[in-house]
């Protein structure tokens, strides 16, 4: 199937469309008859209790269009041993040639690295830049996983849980700037929140079918309550009963 | 060029493996003038010519010799290995004696041939000799590695049991079933060791394979050369499908039935002269200080020294050697960089490499190179560095498709440059620390073919029967191993490789 079809839609041309889609992994269903289409322009957040097969569906989504997508897994794919700088790098290394490319492992390009000091400096990772990634800490090496999808300047993002290690306020802006940078994104988010300020469509998923696809403008969170209980987050425990109370229960 | 791999600057986990690595490249270069490595033979082509076809067109004419051959060269290997893995278990169980541990470094520091060596002294050219020759450096292996693995298990099974239950019942219940695993895996992996050194072991006169190829290299008919040595490779590379747990019963009564006939007996008396008396200096003996302190001096700047540095400068470039060897091999051995069928001739090549000995790497490349150190240090980096790109591209091949991987991963040599070789470098870093230790006490043998290290001394003392030399410097080569390793030892320390699973490479 060809994900470049000119059919235009309202909002411009289709990116992605998946047509009753199914997945089996060995002898397990995953995913099961997916109807999807996103258009150029579009904001999509993928929302869902964990293991319903967001994560599947964004690697159908990456098979269809791997060209122009900047993809963030969900385990970064970062290599240890190389520094932020290399690691943020890794975003261009499909348009830098081998030759280039290797020599920057010796001696950084002037140009990328003129590019990627001012990148890091957006994702506060300025002083961080020739740390081996492997002395960062998760949130950190979640700041450069971002970098290198910022890295490679392409029009459609792709992220699983991209901001689910940074703390609430930065994981806020970073979301903001990932959306600002490119024209199409579709992501997997945890926090229903998120999902409902900043993406205009949302699409949730469930046991590996789709269950609602719809605007963000007409959702709230007791709606996304009917379609599936949020996964019990890890809440202040509640408070213990007095002793006391234990201690006379036959009362 | 390996240091260089990666950027230098910063707080950055590489700094200090690039540090250790330019370390290891600036004593290499400095080595590099005063090592004997020069190219003697006037035209090696021709002759490599002749090994090729030997080796493309074998040929063996009394069939019953190469078996017999092969048999004895397992039945050494399997007896001393069912010998060595009960002595070493019961060693490792006392690895926290310090006694214990100096016993165990000073028998696996001395080399398999050494032993064999000593050994023949007192039995003679017997099946006892070639046992001994084995079981006695393979207990200490068996018992380090063994405490290793030991050490890496879970404490909380035996902080469970009451403080009464101690010792050997502790280890039965607990450590032994724990790792279990591992132990078989790794005496399995002894085995093959010990099947090259027990082929080896022919080239001082046991009849096992080496002994005959020795005879047909010398005898230029590489035809034979070349069956024996597709005999040896086949050996190896079916020791899977061949060396089964049931089966081990009745392949110890055969090894039984093989081995020589020759017992080799020697009764108390002979031995305690050796040991009292053979192996002194005479001056010491009688107690003339002066002159015992002389014969030591003489020795040193004579023989000891000049040996040592010998075997120091071949190792070094060995061990380098090793280094760029594993980086240009690994990924034509790999399935993310060559490809799930074009891995295969790559992982045929390193399993040749890794399964012929290094003497008999080394013992070819004499007869094309001529005598110097360089046939030894290719036969060692190409040895060692095939075994240790076998496990690079075992690692590679494990995280190959799992969560680590990313769709949009790079390719080719990218990939190789970004990913793989990064991921891959403190592991080979490791395996090669620990390799050193082996690559040191391979060119110290590498004596016995002519090749000015300690074991060229040590092999004349022996023919002169000189057994005061012999042992002097037999020490010598063996506290050189000891130091090394403990140097090798901190410096995988200081550059943060990480320990891969104990054994395998030892």
């Known amino acids: 199937m060809s994900a470049l079809q000119t059919k235009s839609k309202t909002e411009g041309k289709m990116v992605f469309r998946l047509a009753n889609e199914s997945l089996t992994l060995g002898r397990n269903p995953i995913l099961h008859g997916i109807d999807m289409e996103v258009s150029a322009g579009e904001k999509i957040a993928l929302i869902g209790p964990s293991g319903a ?27 240890d041993l190389l520094s932020t700088y290399q690691n943020i790098f890794m975003g261009a290394l499909d348009r830098v040639g081998t030759l280039p490319a290797l020599w920057n492992l010796i001696r950084p390009l002037a140009q990328h690295r003129a590019e990627i000091e001012k990148l890091a400096e957006t994702l506060g990772l300025g002083d961080k830049l020739w740390q081996s990634v492997d002395r960062l800490s998760g949130g950190q090496r979640q700041r450069v996983a971002i970098g290198r999808a910022l890295y490679r300047q392409q029009p459609i993002f792709l992220g699983d849980e991209p901001v ?77 009963a007095p002793a006391g109370e234990w201690a006379i229960s036959g009362s | 060029m390996i240091s260089q791999l990666f950027k230098p600057r910063g707080n950055s986990s590489a700094r200090a493996l690039n540090a250790v690595c330019g370390l290891l490249i600036l004593l290499a270069l400095l080595a590099l003038p005063w090592a ?13 010519g002749r090994i090729g076809r030997g080796l493309v067109m074998p040929y063996w ?81 068996f018992a380090k590695v063994f405490a290793e693995i030991f050490e890496q298990q879970d404490r909380a099974p035996a902080e469970t049991l009451g403080s009464g239950a101690r010792g050997i019942k502790r280890y039965a219940y607990t450590l032994i079933p724990q790792s ?220 190959f498709g799992s969560r680590l991987g990313r769709p949009d991963d790079p390719g080719g040599l990218k990939r190789y440059a970004y990913l793989e070789t990064p991921r891959r470098f403190p592991a080979m870093l490791a395996f090669l620390f620990y390799r050193w230790e082996v690559i040191l006490r391979e060119s110290a043998i590498m004596g016995i073919l002519g090749i000015a290290t300690l074991g060229f001394y040590i092999d004349s003392a022996f023919e002169e029967i000189r057994y005061d030399r012999a042992f002097l410097l037999i020490l010598a080569t063996a506290l050189l191993n000891i130091l090394v390793d403990a140097v090798s030892r901190r410096l995988r320390r200081a550059a943060g490789a990480d320990t891969p699973q104990p054994g395998r490479t030892h």
Request: charged share 10%.
């Open chain 2, 180 to 399: 279990w695993p591992a132990l078989t895996s790794y005496t399995r992996y002894r085995f093959e060791c010990a099947l090259r050194s027990s082929a080896i072991l022919g080239f001082i006169g046991l009849p096992t394979l080496g002994f005959h190829l020795e005879t047909a290299f010398k005898q230029g008919d590489y035809s034979e050369a070349g069956a024996l040595l597709w005999a040896f490779i086949l050996l190896i590379a079916t020791i899977r499908f061949w060396l089964r747990p049931r089966l081990l019963p009745i392949y110890i009564l055969g090894a039984i039935w093989l081995l020589p006939e020759t017992i080799g007996f020697s009764n108390g008396g002979y031995l305690w002269q050796f040991i009292s008396q053979d192996i002194w200096p005479k001056a010491l003996l009688a107690g003339q200080w002066s002159e015992a302190a002389d014969w030591y001096a003489g020795m040193f700047s004579s023989q000891v020294w000049p040996g040592i540095v010998q075997t120091l400068l071949l190792t070094q470039l060995a061990l380098v050697l090793t280094a760029i060897v594993v980086l240009f091999t690994y990924p034509f051995a790999s399935q993310a960089l060559a490809g799930p069928v074009m891995r295969w001739p790559g992982r045929f090549l390193l399993l040749v490499l890794r399964s012929m000995p290094e003497m008999i790497l080394a013992f070819v490349f004499l007869l094309l190179f001529g005598p110097s150190g360089l046939p030894a240090v290719l036969a060692l980096a190409l040895h060692n560095g095939g075994l240790i790109a076998f496990l690079v591209a075992n690692a590679s091949d494990a995280e």
């Open chain 1, 164 to 240: 689910s290690a940074v703390d609430p306020l930065q994981a806020k802006l970073l979301l903001e700037h990932l959306l600002d940078q490119h024209e199409t994104a579709v992501v997997s988010l945890h926090n229903r929140q998120l999902a409902l300020e900043h993406f205009d469509r949302l699409v949730i998923v469930v046991d590996g079918r789709i269950v609602c696809d719809a605007p963000a403008a007409s959702l709230n969170d007791a709606k996304l309550d009917s379609f599936y209980q949020q996964d019990p987050t890890p809440e202040p425990p509640a408070e213990p």
């Open chain 2, 36 to 48: 004997d490595i020069e190219v003697y033979s006037v035209d090696p082509w021709i002759e490599l």
């Open chain 1, 53 to 79: 097969g967001k994560t599947s569906l964004l690697n159908l989504l990456h098979q269809q269009q791997s060209g122009q997508v900047a993809l963030q897994p969900q385990q970064t794919g970062l290599v």
């Open chain 2, 61 to 141: 004419d009394g069939w019953q010799i190469l078996l017999q051959a092969v048999g004895q060269t397992i039945a050494f290997a399997l007896l001393a290995v069912a010998m060595a893995v009960p002595l070493g278990l019961a060693l490792a169980m006392l690895f926290h004696w310090r006694a214990v541990r100096i016993f165990c470094a000073s028998i696996r520091s001395v080399h398999e041939l050494f032993w064999g060596l000593i050994f023949m002294q007192v039995y003679g050219l017997s099946a006892t000799t070639g046992l001994l020759a084995i079981l006695v450096p393979f207990t200490g292996v």
